[in-house]
């Protein structure tokens, strides 16, 4: 119960931090850690929006640490570095989510905030999948799944990068051309922050059709990937023609959550040499 409430909750904080970046409130609690000088801010929509944000991330940070101390007493070997990398971060988290704040939501700085909390998640995944640990492999079966999860993560980080620059409709409302053209014409700027998140998406689109179709991958698994990044991609055109509408874009990277961990979980049955799950 716990390990399912840590993931489910932090998927909630990721998604509930991307409609808060779609309203354009991250700063309506323009101080931290109190919300304009109070514990207990203003009642007004768009500062109890970013404020509810940062309720979500304190319930989610007792959960996470609860669970790493949990497993910091079950886990042995490499596996025992596990809970202590998922606090070292979760501490790095809470300090880069005061520095965006206070820096006023600089693009890097907030891109590196998403990547630390997705790698957060993936670490939460895995204490919540093993009680006693697993080592993984990267090879076989277990390396393309491994691949997969790994493609999907750089790509869902370039897309907050996309985001956060204001590049979501650098291509404007072409799809799958850019500006009118498969490859645009003085690519630079936004343009190629945007063209490159695309890049990396056929990538992942390529990969699971391969994976769907080679003997080796073939199966449920990799159907259900396969219909996900195809209805992640439809998603995608659909916010841009939404013009980044707040529920799309949050809808786009519930998705892109969803077949990062399913990409995870099949590496960890695959690659964990029949350690015992949850």
Sequence with gaps: MLAKSAV????????????VA?????????????????????????????????????????????????RMRTYTGAAKAVPYLTIFLLAAQILLGGAVV????????????????????????????????AGLKTSGVA?????????????????????????????????????????????????????????????VALMAVGMAVFPGTRGRSANIILISVAVQILIGVGMIHSGLQFAATALHLLVALHILSFGLLRWFESGSGGARPQ
């Design 143 to 203: 390396g393309v799944w491994f691949a997969l999860a790994a493609l999907v993560f750089a790509q869902s980080v370039m897309g907050a990068f996309v985001r956060h620059s204001h590049a979501g409709l650098a291509c404007g409302p072409d799809f799958p051309k850019c500006l009118g053209q498969w490859i645009p014409s003085g690519l630079s700027g936004v343009v190629l922050y945007h063209f490159s998140h695309r890049i990396l998406g056929y990538a």
């Design 8 to 19: 489910i909750s932090l998927v909630i904080l990721l998604v509930w931090g991307n409609v």
């Design 22 to 70: 779609g309203l354009k409130v991250g700063l309506a609690c323009p101080d931290w850690p109190l919300c304009h000088g109070e514990v207990i801010p203003p009642l007004r929509w768009d500062i109890y929006a970013e404020f509810l944000h940062r309720v979500i991330g304190a319930v989610v940070s007792v959960l996470i640490v609860w669970l790493s101390v949990r």
């Design 102 to 133: 206070l820096l006023k939501i600089p693009t890097d700085l907030t891109t590196v905030h998403f990547a630390n909390g997705v790698l957060i998640f993936c670490l939460t995944l895995y204490m919540g999948r093993f009680e006693s640990g």
